[in-house]
C-alpha cells in the first residue's frame, strides 16, 4: 500500500467521522427541492415520451445497444420513483429479457443486470435465475481482472455444470477500466441474487492493485495517465472487492 493510498484511507476517515456540513453553507442559487423535483418530472416524462411501441429505447454507436440503454432507461424510472407495476417498467423488462440472452457486450450485459436486480429488489424474483445466467457470461470476459468491450457467448444456465475457468495471468490482461468498472457493478449485482462473485471480485481487486500509477490514480488502461474518472473507477473496484463474501466470512472467522 503506497502513501497515496493510506493518505485517502485516512482522508476518507476523517470525512466519516467529521460532521456534516449544514445546507446552508452550500451556495445560495442551489436549487430548492420544488425545483429539483420539478425537473426530475420532467426527466421522467422526457423518458417515457422516448419509449417505442417495442418497450425499449434506442440507441446506436459502434453496434446496436438497445439492450443496454434500455435498461439505463429503465434504471433511470426506477431511480425516480416509478413504480415497477408500471406499464413502461413492465414492457421495459420485458425487452431486457429477451435482448440479453443473445448479448455478448459488457456494457450492454452489465446495466441489463442491474436493471433487472433492481426491478426485483428486495424480493426473490422470476429475473434471478437469468441474472446468475448473464453474469457467468459477464465473469468469462475476465481477462486478468480486466473487461474488454465483448466477452464469450457463454450460455450456462442453473443446474447445469459449469466449465472449468482459469484465471488469466497479470501479464495477459486486455481490456479497459471503463469496461472492468461496469462489469464490476454488474458481477456486484448478481451476487445479492446467489450468483458466486468471489474469483472475478478477487481478479479485480489484484488488478486495481497492481496497476496504480506511482501518483495515487488510474488511468483507462495500465500504464496510461491518471484521469479522475477512471480513479473512481479503481476506488470503487477496491472498496467492492473488499466487501466479497469470501473475505467477510474469513473476517468474521478470524475475529
Given at each position: ?57 434506442s440507441y446506436s454507436s459502434n453496434g446496436d445497444h438497445a439492450l443496454g440503454i ?30 440479453s440472452v443473445r448479448s455478448n457486450q459488457t456494457y450492454d450485459l452489465a446495466l ?144
Open positions: 500500500m503506497n502513501r497515496f493510498t493510506i493518505f485517502g484511507i485516512r482522508l476518507g476517515l476523517v470525512l466519516l467521522v467529521s460532521p456534516p456540513i449544514p445546507l446552508s453553507t452550500w451556495a445560495a442559487d442551489a436549487p430548492t427541492a420544488a425545483e429539483v423535483d420539478a425537473a426530475i418530472a420532467r426527466g421522467v416524462e422526457n423518458l417515457r415520451n422516448r419509449q417505442e411501441p417495442t418497450g425499449g429505447w434500455t435498461a439505463l432507461a429503465g434504471l433511470a424510472l426506477l431511480e425516480n420513483g416509478v413504480d415497477p407495476a408500471d406499464p413502461a417498467l413492465v414492457s421495459a423488462n420485458d425487452v431486457v429479457q429477451r435482448l441489463a443486470i442491474l436493471f433487472l436486480a433492481r426491478f426485483r429488489e428486495g424480493r426473490t424474483g422470476a429475473n434471478d435465475a437469468l441474472i446468475r445466467r448473464l453474469a457467468r457470461r459477464l465473469e468469462a470476459g475476465e481477462s486478468g481482472g480486466m473487461w474488454s468491450y465483448t466477452v464469450p457467448m457463454v450460455d450456462e444456465q442453473d443446474g447445469q455444470a459449469a466449465k472449468p475457468r482459469r484465471r488469466n495471468p497479470r501479464n495477459s490482461r486486455r481490456g479497459d477500466n471503463s469496461n472492468t468498472q461496469f462489469a464490476l457493478l454488474g458481477i456486484w449485482a448478481a451476487g445479492r441474487t446467489g450468483f458466486d462473485s468471489n474469483a472475478a471480485l478477487e481478479a479485480i481487486n489484484d488488478h486495481f492493485r497492481s496497476s496504480q500509477n506511482d501518483d495515487g490514480r488510474w488511468g483507462y488502461t495500465p500504464g496510461e495517465g491518471g484521469k479522475n474518472a477512471m480513479t473512481c473507477a479503481g476506488l470503487m473496484g477496491l472498496a467492492i472487492a473488499a466487501a466479497r463474501p469470501s473475505l467477510a466470512e474469513r473476517q468474521t472467522a478470524r475475529g
